[in-house]
Nanobody, 123 residues
Framework: QVQLVESGGGLVQAGGSLRLSCAAS????????MGWFRQAPGKEREFVMA????????LYADSVKGRSSISRDNVKNTVYLQMNSLKLEDTAVYFC????????????????WGQGTQVIVSS
């Protein structure tokens, strides 16, 4: 079992930056690929970015590519999402997820999910 807790959400101005953290507890964190997803009101959950267990491979959704990065610290059992040049459409609840193996961009690849942290981008 892996437990995930996101933090760092809140109200941010458009054009600003945010950094979310996802702290993991449980076994073998460093063997899991980690992903970030988000869900805006009235929309389906969508993939944002992901990283494999050894920081060797990352995936980004086109909507955030070039202004975002994902990283992880396997000593601290934490994965980070950094997003710059925030847009109103980045407003959503952001979830982190863990899946055994490499890295995936679909929700069904992931086994464990956090409860989410709300991000609101204001104009």
């Amino acid at each position: 079992q892996v437990q995930l807790v996101e933090s760092g959400g809140g109200l941010v101005q458009a054009g600003g930056s945010l950094r979310l953290s996802c702290a993991a507890s449980g076994r073998s964190f460093n063997r899991y690929g980690m992903g970030w997803f988000r869900q805006a009101p009235g929309k389906e959950r969508e993939f944002v970015m992901a990283i494999n267990w050894d920081n060797g491979h990352t995936l980004y959704a086109d909507s955030v590519k070039g202004r975002s990065s994902i990283s992880r610290d396997n000593v601290k059992n934490t994965v980070y999402l950094q997003m710059n040049s925030l847009k109103l459409e980045d407003t959503a609840v952001y979830f982190c997820a863990a899946g055994a193996g490499g890295v995936g961009s679909t929700a069904d690849w992931y086994e464990y999910w956090g409860q989410g942290t709300q991000v609101i981008v204001s104009s």
